[in-house]
């Protein structure tokens, strides 16, 4: 039995494996989570990259979907400022693609880049598995001119009629998600259409968990940002990792927190996780946690 399966496609940026996915995973592997694997759909050009870059990230063990995707494509991405080349754009994770021994896990992290995962999967993965679901749902697609940007319009009939354990947006997917520009309300939303718990990551301002009877609010640490890319997913990793030892909503998002703003501090995936350094961190996070 697996501890964690994290499903979604990466990503290549200078030519390093990046993406939710990957900082899911990696950051998953930091922490000691050993039973672990990374299912990705890819084009058979990519596979040896692939390859190569989850071994140098210590993640012990990947499943590929092979398809006949095209190769990596060069597309604009605003929050690299920069170019970033994407794998498999966006080669579709369907459903019954994923073996059944992916099935027999604790948690399965569902991280989509670019849409790979659709209403119709998530609905499969819920029903066939008696593990428990994260979404980060990463509101991201391709437009005409090969340039990444949000999805603006997410009408009703595209949110998933299944039932998560956690959907972890940030605070404009939340509204994007919704139309609720207050994250308390967007919260409650979210849990009464398809969530038994809502995380809203809020930037320096920390997060919002909800459980559909209290909203716990949780600081970040204050610290220098260098690199906020891939925190929300190193966040997500980290509270996968807390849950999977048994601990409570709030004791998993303060050492989320803690985990990621060591992240922040850091460039890409290069940041040391020490866990004496995440319990100074987790400590003073926690004397600041305020519930309503």
Same mark, same amino acid.
């Given at each position: 039995?697996?501890?964690?399966?994290?499903?979604?496609?990466?990503?290549?940026? =200078?030519?390093?494996?990046?993406g939710?996915?990957?900082? =899911?995973?990696a950051?998953?592997?930091?922490?000691?989570i050993?039973?672990?694997?990374?299912?990705? *759909?890819?084009?058979?050009?990519?596979?040896?990259?692939?390859?190569?870059?989850?071994?140098?990230?210590?993640?012990?063990?990947?499943?590929?979907?092979?398809? =006949?995707?095209?190769?990596?494509?060069?597309?604009? =991405?605003?929050?690299?400022?920069?170019?970033?080349?994407?794998?498999?754009?966006?080669?579709?994770?369907?459903?019954?693609?994923?073996?059944?021994?992916?099935?027999?896990?604790?948690?399965?992290?569902?991280?989509?880049?670019?849409?790979?995962?659709?209403?119709?999967?998530?609905?499969?993965?819920?029903? *066939?598995?008696?593990?428990?679901?994260?979404?980060?749902?990463?509101?991201?697609?391709?437009?005409?001119?090969?340039?990444?940007?949000?999805?603006?319009?997410?009408?009703?009939?595209?949110?998933?009629? *299944?039932?998560?354990?956690?959907?972890?947006?940030?605070?404009?997917?939340?509204?994007?998600?919704?139309?609720?520009?207050?994250?308390?309300?967007?919260?409650?939303?979210?849990?009464?259409?398809?969530?038994?718990?809502?995380?809203?990551?809020?930037?320096?301002?920390?997060?919002?968990?909800?459980?559909?009877?209290?909203?716990s609010?949780?600081?970040?640490?204050?610290?220098?940002?260098?690199?906020?890319?891939?925190a929300?997913?190193?966040?997500?990793?980290?509270?996968?990792?807390?849950?999977?030892?048994?601990?409570?909503?709030?004791?998993?998002?303060?050492?989320?927190?803690?985990?990621?703003?060591?992240?922040?501090?850091?460039?890409?995936?290069?940041?040391?996780?020490?866990?004496?350094?995440?319990?100074?961190r987790?400590?003073?996070?926690?004397?600041?946690?305020?519930?309503?």
């Amino acid at each position: 039995m697996y501890d964690l399966v994290v499903i979604g496609n990466p990503s290549l940026h =200078n030519g390093r494996l990046t993406g939710p996915s990957i900082y =899911n995973a990696a950051t998953a592997a930091k922490l000691g989570i050993e039973q672990m694997a990374i299912i990705s *759909s890819l084009g058979p050009k990519l596979t040896d990259k692939f390859i190569q870059g989850v071994d140098a990230l210590g993640i012990p063990e990947y499943f590929i979907i092979e398809t =006949n995707g095209m190769d990596a494509k060069e597309i604009r =991405n605003p929050t690299l400022g920069k170019g970033m080349s994407v794998m498999g754009i966006p080669d579709r994770i369907t459903i019954r693609s994923i073996p059944d021994e992916f099935l027999n896990t604790q948690i399965i992290l569902l991280s989509p880049s670019l849409q790979e995962i659709n209403a119709e999967f998530i609905e499969w993965i819920c029903n *066939s598995t008696d593990a428990q679901v994260f979404l980060d749902p990463q509101l991201r697609k391709l437009n005409s001119e090969n340039r990444v940007e949000l999805i603006r319009e997410f009408s009703v009939t595209e949110k998933t009629q *299944s039932y998560l354990d956690i959907i972890k947006p940030n605070q404009l997917e939340s509204e994007l998600i919704t139309g609720e520009s207050d994250p308390f309300l967007a919260a409650e939303l979210i849990v009464e259409w398809a969530s038994e718990t809502c995380i809203i990551t809020l930037g320096e301002k920390g997060s919002l968990v909800y459980d559909g009877s209290d909203f716990s609010i949780i600081p970040s640490y204050r610290t220098e940002e260098v690199d906020p890319i891939g925190a929300g997913a190193v966040y997500l990793a980290a509270f996968a990792s807390q849950s999977i030892a048994g601990n409570s909503l709030i004791d998993c998002g303060v050492y989320a927190s803690s985990v990621a703003s060591l992240k922040v501090e850091n460039q890409d995936l290069d940041f040391p996780l020490d866990e004496t350094e995440i319990s100074r961190r987790s400590d003073v996070i926690a004397s600041s946690v305020e519930s309503r």
